[in-house]
């Protein structure tokens, strides 16, 4: 398929997709150029500078670009492998012209990113779990654990651990109704209705969105691409959210060692469990002067509550005993964002 028999292809749709000559011109010139502003569309275009926002709007909330709420705002291209997921068997030949015409978009730049429409929002909640490595930490609801069950039971495979919250507890399925642990290594219940939607990959990558952002035309989530940011959002569901919850599955953690861990609760738990002699590596933050901190280490005593919400390990270091506490750690020397755990002797930060 040219270029030039494109329009006439999108045309050809256009009833089904609510596509109009503006969203036309306006799909395929960011498709072109891979991001650019709405200023930058009218100029390229023949769309009328007012008509561009709603234009682009329209787009977003079909699922084909995507809105970043910047100054001025950003449209993204959509590869649209994705945007055209749903009834690729009519539009292969669509697709294939659109695909040479796509130029991928720059999404590295900023630390935090606010998204607009609900297609977009559910894009990167999909990112988040397929990028987690190692662990991975969420705040769904059922409807959404449907949605992206699949992906839960191949991280799971994979060896990711898996910490899932569902809400509001009336709707979530009984344990003997759902293989809730086919999906994660332990799933609890939240009554409250207002529980936020959070997915954090190895306590970095991360979305926070609220759950009338998925149900009203106010959609927005916000992105955090950085590990200090993406902490933030871990130790807000650690210590507001998290304890607030009840278990309703939970199955035993078969890894091998060393172990990786972005939250200290995990971490500590599995040594609870465990025989014989543990190390440690930690990377964190000086609780007195704030500077990042990297320790190696045995661990020689482990500090756990009864409700098993709040935990603490100390390492011997250099003859010296350290305390080690998770989120918003006050009373201990480092407060935690990383931690590696081996059987022989400390493992190394970059290890496991």
């Known amino acids: ?62 699922g084909f670009v995507e809105l970043r709420d910047s100054r001025p705002l950003e449209v ?16 292969d030949d669509l697709v294939d012209g659109l695909e040479q015409a796509y130029t991928a978009p720059s999404r590295e730049a900023e630390a935090v990113s606010l998204v607009s429409s609900r297609q977009t929002i559910l894009r990167y909640l999909e990112d988040v779990i397929s990028s987690a490595e190692y662990e991975l930490v969420l705040s769904l609801t059922p409807d959404l654990l449907g949605r992206f069950e699949d992906q839960l039971r191949t991280q799971q495979e994979a060896g990711v651990t898996i910490e899932l919250l569902l809400s509001p507890e009336a709707e979530v399925p009984d344990a003997d109704e759902f293989d809730y642990e086919g999906v994660a290594t332990v799933t609890r219940v939240r009554r409250g ?43 807000f569901l650690n210590t ?25 609760r995990r971490c500590v738990r599995d040594l609870t469990e465990g025989d014989g002699e543990f190390y440690a590596s930690v990377r964190g933050r000086d609780v007195e002067t704030g500077e990042v901190r990297t320790i190696d280490g045995e661990v020689v005593d482990i500090g756990i509550t009864t409700t098993r919400e709040t935990a603490a390990l100390t390492l011997a270091v250099d003859g010296e005993h350290v305390d080690v506490g998770g989120q918003a750690a006050a009373l201990e020397d480092i407060e935690a964002y990383e931690l590696v755990v081996g059987r022989d002797g400390p493992p190394g930060i970059d290890s496991a």
């Open 1 to 62: 398929m040219t270029d030039s028999d494109l329009p006439d292809h999108l045309l050809t749709f256009g009833e089904r997709f609510d596509f109009g000559d503006y969203e036309i011109d306006a799909y395929l010139v960011v498709l072109k150029h891979g991001k650019l502003t709405a200023a930058e569309i009218a100029d390229k275009t023949d769309i009328p500078q007012p008509r561009v926002y709603d234009t682009v709007r329209s787009l977003a909330d079909n």
């Open 193 to 235: 209705l207002t529980t936020p939607i959070v997915a954090v990959a190895d306590g970095a990558y991360s979305v926070y969105t609220t759950r009338t952002a998925l149900d009203s035309d106010d959609n927005y989530g916000v992105i955090f691409n950085r590990s200090e940011l993406g902490f933030l959002v871990l130790g």
């Open 240 to 264: 507001v959210v998290w304890p607030s919850s009840t278990t309703l599955a939970e199955r035993e953690s078969d890894r091998p060692y060393p172990r990786r861990y972005a939250t200290i």
């Open 76 to 91: 993204l291209a959509i590869n649209p492998t994705e945007a055209f997921d749903d009834v690729r068997a009519s539009l």
